[in-house]
Structures are given as C-alpha cells and as structure tokens.
C-alpha cells in the first residue's frame, strides 16, 4: 500500500526538507510494561491484595473495592465476568510519577478522588520501575521516572497515584495462559 502525499508538511518546509528523526527510546526488558494482563497477573499474583469488591452496573470498567481500610475505584483488567462481589484478591497497580522515600513506619492508603490514591508503606520488592509497597496491603506500583536512589526492599516510600489505578483480578493460584494460546483448535 502506498501513500500519496500532495507536498513537504509544514515540519519539512520549516526545516528547509530536511526532518532528522527522532530517537526512539526503548526500555530495558525488567523496566518494560506488561505484554499482556494475562502476563502481569502471572508475573505479580503473589503480590495480590485482600480486598471486597462491591456491585457495580453492567458495563462499567471501575471496580469499587475495599482495599486495607480504604474504599477505592481501579479501572477493571481482567474482564468483566471475573470481578464477582465479595471477597476477592486483587493485584492493584497505580501508576505514580515518583515516589519520594520517607521516614520509616508511615503505612497509610486513601482516595483522592475517582481512581486515585495515596499511600505509603515499606518497599517489599523492587523490579525496574516497578515497586510492591505494603500500605496495609501489597500494592504493585509502576513509576513512569526512574526510581530515585533509596528505594529498596525494606525503605519507606510514599506517593500519589495517577488515574486510573488499574486492578487485576487474581481468581486462582493456577497460570493464567494468553487468549490466544488457550485456544483449543481442535474444535
């Protein structure tokens, strides 16, 4: 397939036609984001939350749940048929701009509005950008910045989530396989 283009873009006038691409930028594998949720609820079900997720309408994607003491919203990733109401175990993944490294002892988790919270706790596990931080509950935290220096298994961090906070339902101990690779051709 091939593309016409009527003349130079404003981009390329403006430099004279000469456009130097940009450099792309790609992550290490460990500071990578998840393949799939399928992958990610594979990589991180152990570090699943307690929570009771309440009822909601049909069709929407926000999951209100209690998690710890607190009642939060996470934007729903494992489907819609998996989040029954009830007692369930919830891998919950906020996304932060940065964490910032605080005195030892402070555990807290709170909303801050519509699929956002604030939270701080002990580092329980560090993987590139990605941090298990105990607020009470585990909670597997992916910053978009490199993490400063001082986070690391044992130190304090506090933060404040980005919307939406995602949620992964974790509804078995048992691996959870790709859509595609669980599909049995032999029907």
């Not at 004279?16 to 079900?45: K, Q």
């Not at 710890?68 to 998996?82: K, M, S």
């Not at 604030?118 to 607020?135: K, M, Q, S, W, Y």
Request: charge should be negative.
């Amino acid at each position: 397939m091939s593309v016409d283009r009527a003349g130079p873009s404003s981009a390329e006038r403006a430099s004279g036609g000469h456009l130097r691409p940009e450099a792309a930028t790609i992550p290490a594998s460990s500071e990578s984001l998840e393949d799939s949720p399928e992958g990610f609820v594979n990589r991180w079900r152990g570090r699943a939350a307690q929570s009771e997720l309440f009822a909601r309408p049909e069709g929407v994607p926000l999951i209100e749940c209690r998690v710890a003491d607190a009642v939060i919203q996470v934007f729903e990733r494992t489907g819609p048929y998996l989040s029954r109401p009830g007692p369930n175990r919830l891998i919950v993944n906020p996304t932060v701009a940065r964490l910032t490294v605080v005195a030892a002892g402070e555990r807290r988790l709170e909303a801050l509005g519509l699929s956002r919270l604030a939270a701080a706790g002990r580092v329980l596990e560090v993987d590139g950008r990605t941090v298990v931080v105990d607020a009470g509950e585990p909670l597997v935290v992916t910053s978009r910045e490199p993490l400063p220096p001082g986070v690391v298994p044992g130190a304090t961090v506090s933060f404040e989530s980005d919307a939406p906070v995602h949620g992964f339902v974790v509804v078995s101990d048992r691996t959870s396989f790709s859509r595609r690779e669980a599909v049995d051709e032999s029907i």
